[in-house]
């Protein structure tokens, strides 16, 4: 079993859709939890931080479930240019500073 | 510098040669990691550096791929006999660190190596 799993897609989703990704983690150890953003051949950037009690930043809101192990991500009114992949992070060790990444999840938002 | 600064951008060599790619984090920053992705693929873990402390190499694959870092500054991750499957973006990432949690990454652009 992989340390973080993400579904790849892609999500083929209109403009103004409202659209969630899921992804599972291994380790229930892991202590910190990231979803970062991948445009195409470019690197990855930080998009938000995870919290236990959940987090938003305007259209993005993300959620942790320790039980489950589980992350997710929900995008509300999807624009053109929320096209990316979007890479699920966890900090599998606390004796460990290095980020385990998931492959990530493709959304394509189409006019 | 405004970046993290990874040079070459593009690296096209013959299997069985070595290559070095080279890693200049942002200002300030004291930990730098090493990352590789491989085409439709996630990030692989091969290296972290955290100031003066022994580096965690737990992520190298082989070997033949080893990294320094001079100075507490710039890095250079050096591939030696390379193989095609060695074909992959290399990124390096730099970050404060931080007392708890994980730190938050700050990626290049990524050198692209390519083993024909």
């Known amino acids: 079993r992989k340390e973080v799993e993400q579904d790849p897609g892609p999500f083929n989703v209109p403009e103004g859709a409202t659209v969630a990704f899921n992804c599972t983690y291994s380790n229930s150890a892991s202590q910190s939890f990231f979803w970062y953003r991948q445009d195409c051949r470019k690197e990855p950037k930080l998009l938000m931080s995870v919290y236990s009690s959940g987090n938003e930043d305007g259209r993005f809101t993300a959620q942790l479930n320790r039980a489950s192990q589980y992350i997710s991500l929900l995008i509300r009114d999807s624009k053109l240019s929320d096209s990316a992949t979007y890479l699920c992070v966890v900090n599998k060790d606390t004796g460990r500073r290095a980020l385990t990444f998931g492959s990530g999840t493709r959304l394509q938002v189409q006019p | 510098g405004a970046g993290v600064s990874q040079s070459p951008s593009n690296k096209v060599t013959e299997k069985g040669k070595d290559v070095e790619l080279r890693c200049d984090p942002i200002?300030?920053?004291?930990?730098l990691y090493w990352y590789r992705q491989s085409l439709g693929q996630g990030l692989e873990f091969l290296i972290y550096f955290q100031g003066n402390s022994a580096p965690d190499k737990s992520g190298l694959p082989s070997d033949r791929f080893s990294a320094e870092r001079t100075g507490g500054s710039v890095s250079t991750l050096t591939i030696q006999r390379t193989q095609q499957e060695d074909s992959a973006v290399y990124l390096c990432?730099?970050?404060?660190?931080?007392?708890?949690?994980?730190?938050?990454?700050?990626f290049g652009a990524g050198s692209r190596l390519t083993v024909l």
């Open positions: 990432a730099s970050s404060f660190q931080v007392s708890s949690g994980a730190n938050v990454l700050t």
């Open positions: 200002s300030g920053h004291t930990a």
